[in-house]
């Protein structure tokens, strides 16, 4: 047989099974996405993917470009292309008072020479425009505006939105080629769920849906796209094409037939005056929709008209814009006051003089970080312009200078967490609290991090069980954990006596652990799951590790002098070492990589100086043994000194702890008190 022969007999029927795949996905995907209705399980769904993911990669020649595999992302981009848009992506014209749009109605009416005209209303979609292409139906290239005539190849990005078909549905229908202008947008419930997501990564949240949109769709890795949910709808069908109707209602209705998302809202109105009324009907609902709007567009249906009146230098003559009134307004500060995060980021929250701001009253606007208070200047006190942009919690935008006012005090960057006291240190523009093991506006994120899979896997303590130990008071902090008793759990809701047992079960088994997951469980900032690895690596124990200082941190390999600042403020924090000291009294116990148990840190808190000669160890020896205990040597005598030892020709420390009344141990009473403690 000749290749040629054996590759088609071979992949016929390959060809047809990827193909039912194919068109099974793509016809799930829409039902979902396009239509909320879907009609098989998401397990059903994933399984159909798998199927076609694990065909596609044994015969990678039959891969193509709109299967719905390609949905999950492409191998990363090194820069994007330019493409030079098919049609000049034009703006349009905005008008925010009713008079502006009257003067519009009449102008093209007189241009025209008719008596009336009959227009479509759509939404005003907040997102990025993006120009679509499909050739035979399938999707080949998608662009950003860029300059209006050029703009960047987004393609892979595109194909990973799941509302847009990759191929389109009535495909013999479609013309050999197609560009279609649409809008890529995030909805508001995904892009308060994405900024919920990248607090609790510690990542900064987009400040307004539209940002988050443009900030996914500029990705050079196509799968942070896949992780951020998009939508797009599609709202002009480009071109003329002999069959196409010359009516934009129902060229836009076309593309919906070739199962393209079109606006859900729009109308068709034979006045002016109509669109008015849609322009009020969608500023009323504008709080209730899912999407952001910032107004309605107008257009001409008729195309002929539309291309009887031609387009100006960047904006065509034949539609609108007719804006919403912006949500912003203008207030006073009366506070300034600090809400901690999950992730122990301080938000300054400026508390305002309640004011309504599109239908929504306001009492608090975010100030985002420390460094935007004082790059805006405001001050409590200050009039301030504050702006809805659906987000949350809004805005404020700038402070509205007022000749001749008289100003209160600067901000002050606070030194403690308003909330546990703790230090704070600051990264970049953002402040941190530094008690993450048991400050409480941080304990449920620090406990279910901590039991989390890749730290201490234990079974059974979620998000609810969380949420109502810590609001029961039941844990403060991450050892309470260890001391939680059966009756405890069981008057949790959701608890009955099997489930009781299998969580106390859970957290007793979890008290072994090895060093890297432990470590990574505590948390601590920038100490993911690699970090933790090196660490444990690294360290004997858990006790050398506390007391390793920023600059033996920073020799190790991966560690730089913000992960070991990190590290060194994390273990310094005197209310850490309580907790650990707690979870080793209740049992926990830390192994070594080769598996055995560490020595049970109860020196943790506690801190010696060493002087003189010792006969039996060098300085090197006894330091190791002390740190290995969880304690710390210090080189000087101070108030914080627990213990001096004490060896032969003792220096000028020995007279200044006899001073300070610290506890002083000669060789042979440190060696007893190294074999009481370690229990040796
Ligand atoms: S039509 C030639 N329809 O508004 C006019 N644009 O300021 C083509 N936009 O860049 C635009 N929703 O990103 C049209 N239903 C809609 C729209 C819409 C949002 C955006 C679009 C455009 C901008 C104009």
Known sequence: MEQQDLFESQSGPIQKQLEALRVAISYHNDRYYRHSQPEISDQAYDALFRELQALESQYPDLLTPDSPTQRIGAAPLESFQKVQHEYPMLSLDSEIQREEIQ????????????????????PKYDGLSVELIYEHGVFIRGSTRGDGIIGEDITVNLRTIRSLPLRLSNEADAPAHVGVRGEVVMLLQDFQTLNHRLRANGEEPFANPRNAASGALRQLDSHVTASRPLTIICYELLGTWMEWPASHWERVSLLGKWGLPIPVHRRSCSSIEETMVFHSEMAAQREQLPFEMDGIVIKIDNLDWREQLGEKSRSPRWAVAFKFPPRTEITQIQDIVLSVGRTGALTPIALLTPVEVGGVTIRRASLHNVEEVERKDVRVGDTVKVERAGDVIPDVVERVVIPGEIRGEPFQLPTACPIC????????????????????????????????KGALNIAGLGKKTISQLVEQKLVKDLSDLYALTKAQVLALEGFAEKSAMQLIDAIENAKTIPFSRFLFGLGIRHVGTHIAQVLAKSFESLGHLMSARKEDLEQIDDIGPEIAAAIETFFDAPHHQSVLNRMWERGVSVERLDGQPQERLV????????????ENWTRQEAKQQIESLGGRVTSSVSKHTDYIVAGKDPGSKLTQAKQLGVAILDEEQFKLFLQAKSGS
């Open 603 to 614: 020196l943790t808190e506690k801190n010696f100086v060493l002087t003189g000669t010792l």
């Open 103 to 122: 003067a519009f109605d009449r102008r093209v009416r007189r241009e025209l020479d008719v008596e009336s005209i009959h227009y479509v209303v759509e």
């Open 421 to 452: 006291q703790s230090a704070v240190m600051q990264e970049g523009p953002i402040l941190y609290c530094t008690g993450q093991l048991f400050c409480q506006a941080q304990i449920k994120g620090a406990l279910e991090h901590f039991a989390s």
